[in-house]
């Protein structure tokens, strides 16, 4: 396979090796299919998975009413390969704070079947990964700077293997929704991601709030009613999980984005390490950037992508695969996938946490597939 090396950033002795296989924009699914392929030879996927694994890949579905999430059929790729290998893959996520689709086991497998992630279709089961209602979990001690312990789902630490594939995004309270937050949202319990997303205190305003009951409608606590004609969060029940600033189409819910966005991207960090604790060199990183949207996958409605589409990159490194997607991402605004999403955050907080923490380096050394 012929590679190039095309760039680098402030590359010391030892770098992170991240591989990028171009894809045109409104790329097909096959050239996606293709490009994960190359990706995965390159990244020498099978150094990391081998025989008689069990391998853990970690996808994300989609919520009802969504049609940019990764394409059933780059898992079904991913399987295949790992099969190839002579390992056993199984497809995995866990269940979402917020009410939807993907709220417990039972409706979460059934709605990724409904999507096209079936064992017919792509050629392995779907193990939820933190149980029947997301409270399936072991503690694991890490000593990060916010979090002794972090609680992450019990079947990602039982997986001898690791393969994430993360559709890049933006996100509402971290900027950039990618390999660090597949891993450390996507792979803690219900403890954990409520831990997580402590920081973050929400409430509305009266003048902007047209009662439409959304924010009502996913409030997974119930913590949003009505008073005076207007939504009003009750903070003794709030949560912080974010979906109410989500869903609101009027701007009438904001918070304080300096204390909780920087407290969310550190925790994030922290519960990723938690993640690949038991995994050195056994977990590969996959970032899909082809159909990046504003919000994540987690939204209920679809959405158009706001960049053109640009390829597949793939790392044993979790925190230079988000950092090539930054840069890789610039536009000729000078904007990447998180500032043009949400200006106003900093991408940059969880990265630079999770290198201080030992997640991976933000020095990496790209080389081109093809």
Known sequence: MRSNRIWSENMPESTSKVYFVPLPDGAGVHQQVEGVRQAYEAVGGGNVVKAGDFAAVKVHVGEKGGTTHAHPELTKEIVRLIKKEGA??????????YKGERMNGVKHLLHAHFQGFSVERVG????????????????????GELNEAVYIAKEILLADALVVMSHATGHIGTGLGACI???????????????QHSSLQPHVKENLCQLCGKCMEWCPQGAIVERNGKAFILVEQCIGCGECLTVCKFDAIPFNWDVGSMTIQKNMAEYALGVLVNKKEK??????LVNMTKDCDCLNRKQQKIMPDVGIIASVDPVAVDKATLDITVGPNKENLATLSYPGIDPMIQLRHAEKIGLGRLAYEMIRVG
């Open 124 to 143: 392995a089961p779907f193990v939820m990964a933190d149980g029947l209602l997301g409270n399936t979990d072991d503690r694991v001690e890490i000593h």
């Open 88 to 97: 056993e893959p199984f497809l995995t996520e866990t269940s979402t704070l």
């Open 181 to 195: 937050k597949n891993l450390g949202m996507g792979l803690a319990s219900r403890r954990g991601k409520l831990r």
């Open 283 to 288: 977990a590969v990183f996959f970032n899909i």
